[in-house]
């Protein structure tokens, strides 16, 4: 049981008086965070949609890191995770971070294969 | 072990009450339960990714299919989804917020706050509901070829999607619904569509403006306009006419991304929902004032972490659903 909290975000850039306070900060944060994306969404803009990073379009990357940002704030401020243990901290968040992380390497490169096999195979499926 | 020689540090190691994580029992299980569920979650979307890559220069684009707000006419993309979102997210903090006046003792402020997320979480449901309804009724209607494939119709004055009631003609013919007990007992139509396949045809042959627009996303991340002779050659490959969307047919594109987003949205639907039943039953114990009586407020702060989870979980559904 954590009863006291950290109020400081953004590394201390930003630094709360009382957890409710920091509460509505966050909220405002991931506010404006959800409104950045759904004005990326609706515009898309065309130097994001046109240039690639790695086989993506920037503005799904954009939008990519944008939602860890969130995820991070949701599990930091409003699930505590800031004030518990590191270890139980690490446990928590590592875990499932190394098994999505391979998960999606091993169905997103097999999913291209198939893709190929589509494209270049002798079946027709488009028809 | 009474029997050897202990050093303090020996005993405090071994002689129970260690709490090396912190957290109680209650707290651990939930952030394990959390654990596998998230690698649940992950396994879905990471599937859909894969359908996704998979079919990459075919995939429906969501901008596309979810455009509508209830009570407005008229192409508003996201904007309803994003709503959503912001609901969710005000109920997460209305319940961070009960998880805080919890361990202040303030119990009127718990039930208060309880209360609103409970609410936010019915609305979210209600409108998932909708979105449902909506996505399986449809919008404008298709035609499926012999592959599977989607052909959709533009008008092409103005550019924009056509439904099948703007060009169809009515032929004198009558289309009964396939039913198990008229033919192979195996075999039945789920429903009747407004037009038959011969009423789209000819009327698509008699409305010279209409053109088909496939599946396939040009350079321009658009869909691929067919000119009038493309048109009409490739209509003769239609089977049948496709209105709305469920498990097998789905006029937006391809079926998977029906698939897709009624497991993922229902799953996690189905997980607020339950959210929302145990808050309830939460919201209750705080009235009758069992948790004043324990002296703590730690099973408010349990399902607060559910029910964050579930926010957290609708962020990346938002995000891979919708956006990208």
Same mark, same amino acid.
């Given at each position: 049981m954590a009863h006291e909290h950290k109020l400081e975000i953004f590394r201390g850039l930003v630094k709360f008086?009382s957890n409710v306070q920091k509460i509505?900060g966050v909220?405002?944060f991931l ?38 940002v969130k995820a991070y704030y949701i599990t930091w401020d409003f699930m505590h995770m800031r004030d518990e243990k590191s270890s139980l901290r690490r446990?928590v968040v ?34 | ?20 994580l912190g957290a109680?029992?209650?707290k651990?299980?939930?952030w ?60 997460s903090?209305?319940?961070v917020?009960?998880v805080d $006046?919890?361990h ?24 998932? $509901? ?34 099948? $009631? ?54 321009? &991340? ?66 009758? &004032? ?11 702060e349990?399902?607060g972490l559910?029910?964050h989870?579930?926010?957290l ?12």
């Open positions: 008086k509505w909220l405002i506010t404006i965070v959800t409104a950045v994306e759904v004005a990326l969404g609706i515009t898309k803009p065309r130097f994001l949609t046109h240039n690639y990073f790695i086989g993506m379009k920037l503005l799904n990357w954009i939008f990519i890191v944008l939602t860890l446990a590592w875990t499932p971070i190394f098994l999505v992380c391979y998960l999606i390497f091993i169905l997103l490169f097999e999913a291209d294969y198939i893709y190929n096999v589509f494209k270049d195979g002798f079946m027709a499926w488009n028809f | 072990m009474d029997t050897t020689v202990t050093t303090g540090t020996e005993d405090s190691v071994w002689g129970g009450g260690n709490r090396p109680s029992y209650g651990l299980m939930m394990f339960f959390i654990v596998s569920d998230a690698l649940t979650f992950s396994g879905f979307l990471v599937s859909y990714g894969f359908s996704r890559f998979k079919f990459i220069e075919t995939w429906p684009i969501a901008d596309e299919v979810f455009t509508h707000v209830p009570f407005f006419h008229g192409n508003y993309p996201m904007y309803y989804v994003a709503f959503m979102t912001f609901i969710l997210i005000m109920s903090v209305t319940m917020l009960a $006046a919890g202040k003792m303030k119990q009127n402020s718990v039930i208060i706050y309880m209360f609103l997320t409970i609410i936010g979480g019915a609305i979210f449901v209600g409108s998932q $509901a909708w979105e449902w309804a909506t996505f399986i009724k449809g919008d404008y209607g298709a035609v499926e070829t012999k592959g599977g494939r989607i052909l959709q119709f533009v008008n092409a004055e103005t550019g924009e999607r056509a439904a099948l $009631a703007d060009f169809a003609t009515t032929l004198p013919e009558e289309r009964v619904k396939h039913l198990k007990s008229e033919g192979i007992w195996f075999e039945q139509e789920g429903y009747k569509t407004s037009f038959s396949l011969n009423e789209v045809v000819e009327g698509f042959k008699a409305t010279p403006n209409i053109l088909i627009r496939t599946e396939t996303i040009t350079e321009e &991340g658009e869909k691929t306009l067919l000119n009038r002779e493309e048109s009409l050659a490739k209509l003769l490959d239609g089977t049948q006419v496709v209105e709305g969307a469920n498990l097998i047919h789905n006029e937006y594109g391809s079926r998977l991304f029906a698939d897709f987003f009624f497991f993922i949205t229902g799953f996690h639907g189905f997980h607020v929902f339950s959210g929302v039943v145990i808050n309830i039953i939460i919201f209750f114990n705080v009235i009758l &004032g069992t948790y004043e009586r324990r002296g703590h407020y730690e099973m408010v349990k399902v559910y029910w989870f579930v926010d979980v609708w962020v990346f559904v938002f995000t891979f659903f919708y956006l990208v």
